[in-house]
């Protein structure tokens, strides 16, 4: 089908051949706000990590765009989840939101100007453009979790695939997020991300992936965020839906 952007066919993920995710078919819709939703350890990174070959499925198929992942990577931008990354890394701040940029770069460029401005714009946009020459080292967690939404902001992608971007982070980053998340679906652009707020799913997401080592359901909100859905993905809540 023509809109859709991302398909998964009968994908097995495995670490140390010990399958974490099982038979995943899904389908992601152009232009969707996507929520991958479930509980810790559900496979929700994983299924990620098999779209964007960071990790090799045991089996399956991946197709983003219509074709593989390699040669649409610089419409791509990860936000791989905070507790994955080395935080001691030496970096600055604007290093890191300047390496989103790279894409648009090609081969050993220098940044240009306008990089330099999208970085700017960005890091002033998600308020941490006074910590710009900083070692990410020496942020604190929503610091951090900022410097990836700048990062993002940056990009200028077509498909955004983000691991809870906003883990830890203040009501307003996370106004400043879906306010951003909702302008590059103006564009047509889409974004998948994993979020864990259940209170959230409704206001700001169009579809979900709820995930529980296997699929549980996928589709519009309205139709998949269920009570029997999050039952069945074993994930008690006490709010409302
Ligand atoms: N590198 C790895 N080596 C071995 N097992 C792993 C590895 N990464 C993840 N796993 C296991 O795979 C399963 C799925 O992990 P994954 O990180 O995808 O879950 P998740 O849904 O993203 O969880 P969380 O909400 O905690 O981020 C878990 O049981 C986890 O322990
Ligand atoms: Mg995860």
């Known amino acids: 089908m023509s809109n859709t952007i991302v398909e998964v066919e009968d994908l097995t993920m495995a670490y140390q051949e010990q399958p974490v995710l099982w038979d995943i ?134 498909i955004y695939f983000m691991d809870e971007p906003l883990a830890g982070v203040d009501k307003r980053t996370e106004k400043i997020f879906i306010d951003f998340v909702k302008r590059i679906q103006q564009k047509g652009h889409t974004s998948i991300v994993v979020h864990h707020d259940l209170n959230t799913i409704k206001q700001y997401f169009d579809h979900v992936i709820i995930l529980n080592k296997r699929l549980i359901a996928a589709g519009p909100t309205e139709e998949v965020f269920v009570h029997d859905n999050l039952v069945k993905a074993n994930m008690t809540w006490g709010g409302e839906i």
């Open 25 to 158: 078919d899904v389908k992601i819709m152009k232009g969707s706000r996507t929520a991958i939703i479930g509980p810790n350890g559900a496979g929700k990174s994983t299924l990620i990590k098999g779209i964007l070959e960071l990790e090799k499925p045991l089996s399956g198929r991946v197709s983003i765009m219509g074709t593989n992942f390699d040669a649409i990577k610089n419409k791509v931008a990860y936000i791989p989840q905070a507790s994955e990354v080395n935080w001691d890394f030496p970096t600055t701040v604007e290093d890191v939101v300047l390496m989103g940029r790279y894409v648009h770069l090609g081969w050993i460029k220098r940044p240009r100007k306008i990089d330099y401005e999208k970085t700017h714009q960005a890091l002033k946009e998600i308020g941490i453009y006074e910590y710009k020459d900083r070692q990410i080292s020496q942020l604190s967690g929503g610091q951090r979790q900022r410097v990836f939404i700048a990062r993002a902001i940056a990009q200028e992608a077509e």
